[in-house]
Each structure stands twice: as structure tokens, then as C-alpha cells.
């Protein structure tokens, strides 16, 4: 049978604390806008989610709190959210923590991938901490399990200068650009989506 994606689990814990020097910016200490770090910063991680997860989302639902007295509200935010592929989701991201994780789990019939975020490196002499992602792929169960594991160094935004430099030399059209305004307009979508659900209790709320 064909591969089939079945559903998406993203976990997002990012501290935001009082002493952080990003919080302490004009712009964010008084938002123009409303959805707090939902807006700024979590855009990034739905970004993330539309490039990996393919096809339209349909709808989406989530709660929503404010447990941080410093950070604007909301602050957490737990979701669901149905593709038109019928793929599902779950989202739990809080900025309002003091530990920090990022796991992007995607299950499928023939297999499991996890991404995670700030993976520690372990050598013959040391354990030493870089920036970057553990990529882990899970296949079968029991006896018959495999699992794969590879490191892949934090070098994205590097490659996104470069790209962005090439293509200002170049008259050429990229093959493949991810980065449209329609594309930032779609995850901007996608977030206010979860934001005006979690202000209605969870309400459904069609895309």
C-alpha cells in the first residue's frame, strides 16, 4: 500500500521570561497588534507545518489561556486541526514556560518521523549541546523495529540569506519559493484561525 500521512503532533515550549532581551523591545512591550507572541513568533512554526504537512488545512479549534503576568495574552495554546486530505493534528505550544522544547511528530502507516530541537551530542569524550535538529525515524514495532537517527545542524537561516542573495544577482525565477507574501498571508491565516477559536471556548472554525 501507498505511504499515507495519518496525523501530526506539535509541541512548541519556548520561555519568554522577564528577563528575556527579545521580550524587552519596544515593539513587543506594546503590541500593535492582537494574538501576542502567537503572532510573531509561533508564525514561524506554522510555517514549519505547511511546508512539511501537504494539502490545505479545513478547520481548526483550540483553547487558549494567559498564564504569565509579563507576557501579553494569550500566552498558551493547545489546538486541533483537520486537513482537507484528512490528515489530523494536535498543537501545544506556551511561551509562558521556563524549559524549552520543540518536537514536530508525524505519524504515518509506515512509520514515525520526529523532529526535535536542541539535541545533545554525545562523543567518545564529552556530551557536548550544538544548535540544531535530531531527526529520528521509527519504523515496525517489537522485535521487527528499526530506528534511524540523524543529527541535522541549525543552519537554516544561513541557507535562507544565501538564497535570498542569489536570487537578488539572478534574473531567474526560484523553482521553488516558500516564502511568497500569499505564503506568510496563509500562516497568518492559520494562526488567527487558532487564536479566534480559543477566544471562542474552541469553537470550529472553517479555513
Known amino acids: 500500500y ?3 500521512v495519518i496525523m501530526m503532533n506539535l ?3 519556548n520561555p519568554f521570561l522577564p528577563d528575556n532581551p527579545y521580550l524587552n523591545t519596544a515593539w513587543r512591550k506594546e503590541p500593535s497588534w492582537e494574538g501576542g507572541l502567537f503572532i510573531d513568533a ?12 501537504p494539502g490545505a488545512v479545513r478547520q481548526v479549534s483550540a483553547v487558549t489561556s494567559h498564564r504569565a503576568k509579563h507576557l501579553p495574552s494569550p500566552d498558551t495554546l493547545v489546538g486541533h486541526m483537520t486537513w482537507a ?10 511561551y509562558a514556560c521556563d524549559t524549552f522544547k520543540y518536537e514536530f511528530e508525524i505519524t504515518g502507516n509506515k512509520g514515525t518521523v520526529l523532529l526535535q530541537r536542541g539535541t545533545s551530542i554525545s562523543t567518545s569524550t564529552s556530551t557536548v549541546t550544538r544548535p540544531g535538529y535530531n531527526l529520528i525515524v521509527t519504523k515496525g514495532m517489537g522485535k521487527s523495529v528499526t530506528i534511524e537517527e540523524e543529527f541535522l545542524q541549525f543552519e ?4 535562507e540569506f544565501l538564497a535570498f542573495a542569489n536570487g537578488c544577482r539572478s534574473d531567474q525565477k526560484c523553482d521553488r519559493d516558500e516564502n511568497t507574501p500569499m505564503e506568510a498571508l ?4 492559520l494562526v488567527k484561525a487558532l487564536l479566534e477559536s480559543g477566544a471562542q471556548d474552541g469553537a470550529v472554525i472553517a479555513m
Open 42 to 53: 509561533f508564525i514561524h512554526a506554522a510555517a514549519g507545518v505547511r511546508s512539511i504537512i
Open 11 to 13: 509541541i512548541v515550549k
Open 85 to 94: 486530505n484528512g490528515i489530523m493534528g494536535s498543537i501545544s505550544a506556551s
Open 186 to 189: 496563509r500562516d497568518l491565516e
Open 156 to 159: 537554516g537561516l544561513d541557507k
Open 2 to 4: 501507498d505511504p499515507l
